[in-house]
């Protein structure tokens, strides 16, 4: 048994020598040749994959900001909260957010859009926004407004249209109505008043012309009386429009627009950040604001209307109306 | 012991041309695709996100298949050419959530 495995050893060592024996080594050329063609191999195989990586970064960065946009809908969130709250800051200023555009580069988004205003029965184009996110921060927006009567970029008590009852008006306020008076009939405009005392929004539809519209309505949310925060940075009047909007996707377009106007603050509330670098104030002190509008209920001090010129004239022999200023003023569109 | 190959074996950690192919395709591919970003075109050339990554695919399966040869670049064109495939269809769904107009 032990001298078979042995023999079967020694036959097999035999085999291995015999086929080492045929194995060609190279030649020194053949040996340099295949050295230089692993070398070019190996250094192509590095220039394509170092290639690939260096391709991949571009999409798959921008791939991750698609993802980033699109996932829980933030997108969508932050374009809400931006047209939102000029809803509730811009008077009588409303967004078609059906032709909003947006672009997403890397890690950021723009979105730009068309603001408009009612005057008289037709709704103009009165310029467009322009805002860059960098993920979820914005930049202050940059606003191309084609308006006659431009409220203030910087809002200081002077320069606002609308006044508390217990806020102290400016001078100005006393020659509202000059422009109103010179305006020629046969045009359609747009007046700011500030009434004597808060109401009811559904009690100042009584005092009003028939022929006249309400388009805004400023909420008393008690800190337009000083018209500043506890900061003592100026604040903006905020409100609503009473109307149904049937513009699509309008947050207003509800028969309950009260309704409508506190969801949309409790939903700044939670991105006030947002919601600040878009309006106009620097501060909108959403928490004391919408504490305060909760305690006492939604009461109005002044509203932006729009009717013919004519109309808007009768204004001024309310009793219950403090002050008028007119805004933008328009051809005949009226009927 | 002296070193040696045997002949037969010469030529078995060359590539496959194929999965070269493939990996080239797949480079190409992604240079379209990063062009189109850059340039940011709204629509993306179907072109290098589906047609050549198609080819790149098929090629790259052939190359993975294909016995005593290195796989590499098989596999880095089949990898490339999946890549642009879950690429277009996550851009498609995230492009569809983010400020949808029917």
């Known amino acids: ?335 | 012991m002296e070193l040696g190959i045997k002949k037969k074996h010469r030529s078995n950690r060359l590539q496959t041309i194929s999965g070269f192919l493939s990996f080239v395709i797949g480079l190409i591919s992604l240079a379209g695709l990063n062009v189109a970003l850059l340039m940011k075109e709204k629509v993306f050339p179907g072109m290098f996100i589906i047609q050549l990554p198609m080819l790149g695919f098929v090629l790259g399966m052939i190359g993975l298949f294909t016995r005593r040869r290195s796989r590499l670049h098989a596999v880095w064109g089949l990898s490339i050419s999946l890549f642009l495939f879950i690429f277009t269809f996550l851009m498609i769904i995230s492009s569809l959530g983010i400020n949808y107009k029917p």
């Open chain 1, 1 to 335: 048994m032990k001298d078979n495995e042995n023999e079967d050893y020694q036959q097999f060592l035999q085999e291995s020598l015999h086929e080492r024996d045929e194995i060609q080594p190279y030649t020194e050329n053949a040996q340099i040749e295949i050295v230089k063609t692993g070398k070019s191999q190996a250094r192509r195989t590095n220039i394509m994959i170092s290639l690939a990586i260096l391709l991949l970064i571009v999409p798959v960065m921008t791939l991750a900001t698609y993802l980033y946009y699109s996932i829980g809908s933030r997108a969508d969130k932050l374009i809400d909260i931006v047209t939102n709250t000029i809803y509730i800051t811009e008077p009588n200023m409303s967004v078609r957010k059906l032709d909003l555009e947006e672009d997403i580069g890397l890690f950021s988004m723009n979105i730009t859009f068309d603001v408009f205003k009612r005057i008289g029965k037709e709704d103009y184009k009165m310029g467009n926004y322009d805002v860059d996110f960098l993920l979820d921060q914005p930049s202050f927006p940059k606003k191309d407004l084609y308006l006659d009567r431009p409220l203030a970029e910087n809002p200081d008590k002077e320069s606002e249209f609308i006044f508390h009852p217990k806020a102290n008006p400016p001078f100005s306020i006393t020659r509202g109505m000059d422009i109103l008076n010179k305006l020629p009939d046969g045009t359609v405009a747009e007046a700011y008043i500030s009434l004597y005392q808060v109401m009811k929004p559904k009690d100042l539809q009584n005092i009003l012309p028939k022929n006249i519209e309400i388009r805004w309505l400023a909420v008393d949310t008690g800190l337009e009386a000083s018209q500043e925060d506890k900061e003592g940075y100026p604040i903006t009047p905020i409100g609503y429009p009473p109307q149904y909007d049937p513009t699509t996707w309008s947050p207003f377009k509800t028969d309950d627009n009260e309704k409508a106007f506190m969801d949309i603050l409790t939903e700044l509330e939670k991105n006030e950040s947002v919601a600040t670098k878009v309006a106009r104030a620097k501060s909108l002190s959403l928490s004391s604001r919408i504490a305060y509008i909760k305690k006492h209920g939604i009461h109005i001090y002044g509203a932006v209307l729009t009717g013919p010129t004519e109309e808007l004239r009768k204004l001024q022999d309310i009793k219950e109306i403090r002050a008028v200023k007119a805004g933008e003023v328009k051809l005949w569109n009226w009927e």
